[in-house]
């Protein structure tokens, strides 16, 4: 791949450039990562994922960057402390087994701590991710043709002639994200009967999530746990009350469940258009200290602690290095001129 020959040069350029030059160009730079599964797919014995992720672990540590939790951020932030040189953040969202049986060993091979932002009823083992479920429904339907009618009563049409699950499984996800979440769980009893698949009555193996115990020794070893909403429902497409019950019922049920857990949110899906100013009004009058999104981005002196914004984690090694360093934000300011 041409882009890992660039990965010596970019390197290089970087640890050459002063600090003090990065800063007066670019201001303070800190970015956020964000991670989902271990492994893609149902494919358990795919290290890609793991292997990936501990060469950019390896990486920071060799190139004297300095990973911090998320919570530790935004204290510096709110007391205007100094941040370590070159700060870098990781988190995963959802709160899935893997993000601690295989997570937790290999950061803690690096001594990197990371934010694991949980589904508060997800863990209590009540439901699944309704995007998951979308998944597993197209995943294990043996029908060539599919008819999917949507909460809102419009229907798309599908044919694995010309569809690949993949393309289907992001088709559905687009649309559900622009209707009114209020009954989406109700509505999944509906969805897989017109794929003739058995909706599970437990946790699939593959999707299950952490226990509350595990939630608790990531804390006890340096990481954090925090909220990711009850339910991981688009909080834009629900009602007010309901946004913020799901915002302040996985804190409170955090706090309940976990000595320590984390005052950090993080929206679900975390797009632009997936919360508001009504959900970080919600954030800044709560015990809570920030909320992060998936908007692409550093960190900077004049971002919101209402709306953080994140990397997701790349999956190439020039790119990873262009997000960790001042790059990216270099490539942005000079493309605004």
């Not at 797919?41 to 060469?55: A, F, K, M, N, P």
């Not at 020794?217 to 946004?243: C, F, M, V, Y």
């Not at 998936?294 to 709306?307: D, F, M, Q, R, Y």
Request: proline share 6%.
């Amino acid at each position: 791949m041409f882009k890992d020959k660039l990965v010596k040069p970019i390197t290089a350029l970087v640890n050459l450039t002063p600090d003090r030059l990065v800063k007066s160009f670019c201001g303070q730079l800190v970015p956020i990562f964000f991670l989902h599964r271990m492994y893609p797919g149902y494919d358990v014995t795919d290290r890609s994922i793991v292997q990936h992720l501990e060469w950019c672990l390896e990486y920071i540590r060799k190139n004297n960057y300095h990973p911090i939790t998320l919570k530790e951020l935004v204290l510096s932030r709110v007391e205007q402390r100094t941040l370590p040189k070159k700060a870098v953040v990781f988190t995963l969202d959802d709160g899935f087994y893997d993000q601690y049986e295989i997570a937790e060993p290999l950061f803690k091979k690096f001594d990197t701590p990371y934010t694991c932002f949980v589904i508060s009823e997800f863990l209590e083992q009540k439901l699944w991710p309704w995007d998951d479920q979308i998944r597993y429904g197209i995943e294990n339907s043996k029908l060539s043709v599919l008819s999917i009618d949507l909460p809102d009563g419009s229907r798309l049409n599908f044919s694995r002639v010309s569809d690949t699950d993949e393309a289907i499984i992001a088709k559905i996800h687009h649309q559900l994200k622009l209707l009114d979440q209020t009954h989406m769980y109700a509505w999944l009893g509906t969805f897989y009967q017109q794929l003739h698949v058995e909706q599970p009555a437990e946790i699939p193996e593959h999707y299950r999530p952490m226990t509350w115990s595990q939630a608790q020794k990531l804390i006890d070893g340096g990481n954090d746990i925090a909220p990711h909403t009850q339910t991981h429902r688009i909080l834009s497409r629900l009602s007010d009350i309901e946004s913020e019950q799901e915002i302040l019922g996985s804190w409170n049920m955090l706090k309940e469940k976990l000595k320590g857990a984390a005052p950090v949110f993080a929206y679900p899906t975390g797009r632009i258009a997936d919360y508001s100013e009504r959900e970080m009004s919600t954030i800044s009058q709560s015990e809570l200290t920030c909320a992060v999104s998936t908007v692409p981005g550093h960190v900077k002196l004049a971002s919101k602690n209402e709306n953080l914004p994140r990397f997701v984690f790349p999956d190439n090694r020039f790119d990873f290095i262009q997000y960790l360093s001042y790059i990216e934000a270099m490539k942005e300011k000079i493309s605004r001129h």
